[in-house]
């Protein structure tokens, strides 16, 4: 969803939809955006945007000039899953299921293609995020495994091969918190300090999880993520406060950066398949795809901000609001980053624009 009011549908065969959300048309489809199914899309600017594939690569476009695309990426071994844009470095950041983290120039492009290179590599990679201010990387794994990169310095590249603990699924052994900091580069500098968590579930205490779902609060504040069980019988929502910089309450847990403060069971509907939930703009409020339609969850009962309402103990997330248009199960969700709307797209290919009310 681009700031200048454009929806972008990435399709799970080779296409891409644009919509004006407002009048709800049908701006055009890029029928051949890639060469298989389209996973995500990502705008740099209010013109620019990125699309990733299964078929590997990377493609660039110009809301201006549709007709073809401004470049193609090519360096992933695999399936590229997740798009960021470091505002900083203006470095376009890709993951994969090759297990990559890759860094790509896009400003040097040129006829024989754009300078990259591999940023960090770790198995059964599932998503990867950039915080707001791009000071942190959040990596999620299907091994259950919750990666931070702090002080992120995107042009030095890592190697965690040497952590055994990463190259093995978690078993019910190693259920729980841990924390392992290490500087990996041997340099004085003190970038890119990796932190490797096992997120606390609740309900999954004695058995591993898949984290599949990965988004950051808009002002930082948290990391949101959807998991579900090794056994695909249970699903959880559940927020994660960054201890760091909330001096008002002592750290339940001084080795750990991240707290369970809210989660919700989910319905456990369309087994198999990736949920991605999302923050409205001003982080008040999460949208989850919940079955054949969508929940809107809250901290609190009054909507409040995370910030104002953080409780002593991990406290279930309110359900606002469920709507129900779907005729299959929901997928994926995303709230307009300008208007009061929020979209959903289900796996018959349906999308469904909302002006929420209250």
Request: proline residues 4%; aromatic residues 8%; neutral net charge.
């Amino acid at each position: 969803w681009s700031r200048n009011s454009v929806l972008t549908v990435a399709c799970e065969q080779t296409e891409v939809l644009l919509f004006d959300p407002i009048s709800s048309r049908h701006i055009k489809t890029l029928a051949e955006a890639h060469e298989d199914c389209v996973n995500n899309i990502r705008f740099l600017d209010n013109r620019l945007f990125a699309t990733c594939s299964d078929d590997t690569t990377i493609a660039l476009w110009d809301l201006r000039k549709l007709n073809s695309k401004v470049c193609s990426l090519h360096g992933h071994a695999s399936w590229v899953k997740n798009i960021e844009y470091d505002t900083n470095t203006r470095l376009l950041v890709t993951s994969g299921f090759d297990g990559n983290v890759i860094t790509w120039d896009t400003n040097r492009f040129t006829e024989d293609g754009c300078p990259h290179k591999k940023f960090f590599h770790t198995r059964y990679l599932m998503r990867m995020r950039l915080t707001p201010d791009c000071s942190k990387m959040l990596i999620s794994t299907s091994s259950g495994y919750l990666l931070i990169l702090h002080d992120l310095d995107l042009t030095q590249s890592l190697e965690v091969g040497s952590y055994r603990m990463l190259r093995a699924r978690r078993t019910p052994l190693t259920s729980g918190w841990y924390r392992l900091e290490t500087f990996l580069q041997k340099s004085l500098s003190p970038r890119n300090s990796l932190e490797v968590l096992t997120p606390e579930i609740p309900g999954e205490r004695d058995r591993g999880n898949c984290i599949t779902s990965l988004q950051l609060h808009p002002k930082g504040w948290a990391t949101l993520i959807r998991c579900s069980s090794n056994m695909d019988d249970q699903e959880w929502t559940c927020v994660y406060e960054f201890q760091e910089g909330a001096p008002t309450r002592p750290l339940v847990s001084p080795r750990c950066s991240l707290r369970l403060t809210h989660y919700i069971e989910e319905a456990n509907v369309g087994r198999g398949y990736i949920k991605e939930l999302c923050f409205s703009p001003d982080g008040r409020l999460i949208c989850s795809p919940y079955g054949y339609g969508v929940r809107l969850l809250a901290f609190d009962e009054r909507c409040s901000e995370l910030a104002d309402c953080l409780p002593v103990q991990t406290s279930c997330l309110r359900e606002v609001r469920s709507i129900y248009s779907h005729s299959d199960v929901v997928l994926t969700t995303k709230f307009s980053p300008t208007h009061c709307q929020l979209a959903s797209g289900c796996l018959s290919g349906r999308v469904a624009l909302y002006q929420p009310k209250f």
